[in-house]
């Protein structure tokens, strides 16, 4: 197979099983990264066959010389936090980074470019009604810092489209599957392990790493320019995730129901708490935010545009993952 794809992210959550898919879609892959530590969940023998590029999306020698003699572009690479601390940053990898790699594509002439995106960039709901690709973005509270970030990403990104950058784009929802638990979503594994009390009534859509994985090469492979996508398997109540969790743990379920008022006292508990601990609280005010709002994300778009591919069920997802972070256990 000719095409050589350049990814952004590779060493990420989700990069990491995008070069997994293109490896074993045989694929030439050249990946971006800024250390060399390479994710231990994904078989070694993968990264084995990738060219890799020290740098990052902030860092334009690295990119310029990094899209030379590649005609597909994958930009995965973002920052996803909560915290008020990363808040710069975040904006600064997000954004600025997304202008970084649009703006080089463009000199480079990339054939195609995917952008990795989220449904956070489209926005939330307060009351419940289903979210498609053709919401329009408000600027609410219920929006957190990270959405803003994305959202002004993908600007950059249909900004890009205007001037000739030929692209699709994915909006996936909350990334289920195994990776590294003490990053990402993935700590939401870690979390109900450790046997952490608060549950909320708020509805998300979640999906399955794979799938956004296989989902992100069949949107690359098609012809589809100018279009975004939601990828989300199921909407659950976080309470529902939370205990099918625990299930498959054999752990104890969330059993303290976080009302609005509590949610905002349970952030502020463990804001205190990490004072004394020194590590990132698991809940802030801004994800607490999250857990309170009931968004049912629409996936109707991507299943009619790629007909012969299914979703894999939540709970199933969760089982799988769950087997390979007891065995062994990170416990770290």
């Not at 710069?88 to 000199?107: C, F, H, P, Q, S």
């Not at 690709?133 to 990270?146: D, L, V």
């Not at 109900?192 to 509805?203: A, H, L, T």
């Not at 976080?238 to 104890?252: E, M, S």
Request: glycine share 6%.
């Amino acid at each position: 197979m000719s095409t050589k794809v350049f990814i952004t992210g590779g060493t990420g959550f989700l990069g990491s099983y995008i070069i997994k898919e293109l490896v074993g879609k045989g694929y030439s892959v050249k990946a971006l990264r800024r250390s060399t530590k390479l994710p231990f969940y994904i078989d070694p023998s993968v990264f084995a066959t990738v060219e890799w590029v020290e740098g990052d999306v902030l860092d334009i020698m690295a990119l310029e010389q990094a899209m030379k003699g590649v005609n597909t572009v994958i930009h995965a690479a973002a920052t996803v936090s909560f915290h008020k601390s990363d808040r710069r940053e975040m904006y600064k990898v997000n954004v600025d980074g997304t202008a970084n790699m649009v703006n080089i594509a463009l000199e480079n002439n990339i054939g195609r470019f995917v952008h990795i995106s989220s449904v956070a960039a489209i926005g939330r709901s307060n009351t419940g009604e289903e979210v498609t690709e053709e919401k329009k973005w408000e600027s609410t509270k219920i929006n957190t810092h990270y959405a803003n970030s994305k959202h002004a990403a993908e600007m950059e990104v249909w900004r890009g489209m205007g001037e000739g950058l030929n692209t699709v784009i994915a909006n996936p929802s909350t990334i289920i599957g195994y990776g590294d638990w003490n990053s990402s979503s993935c700590s939401l594994f870690k979390t109900v392990y450790k046997n952490f009390p608060w549950y909320s009534d708020g509805i998300n859509g979640f999906v399955d790493v794979e799938d956004v994985a296989r989902v992100t090469v069949l949107l690359m492979e098609s012809a589809i320019s100018g279009e975004r996508f939601i990828i989300n398997s199921e909407n659950w109540p976080f309470q529902k995730l939370f205990n099918t969790i625990a299930d498959t743990f054999g752990t104890k379920r969330p059993w303290r129901k976080a009302t609005p008022f509590l949610g905002q006292l349970a952030w502020r508990i463990e804001k205190i708490k990490s004072l004394f601990s020194g590590k990132k609280p698991p809940i802030t005010r801004e994800n607490a935010k999250v857990a309170h709002s009931k968004t049912h994300f629409s996936n109707r778009k991507i299943r009619e545009a790629l007909p012969d591919f299914s979703f894999t069920p939540l709970d199933q997802s969760i089982e799988k993952a769950s087997k390979k972070y007891l065995n062994p256990l990170q416990k770290l």
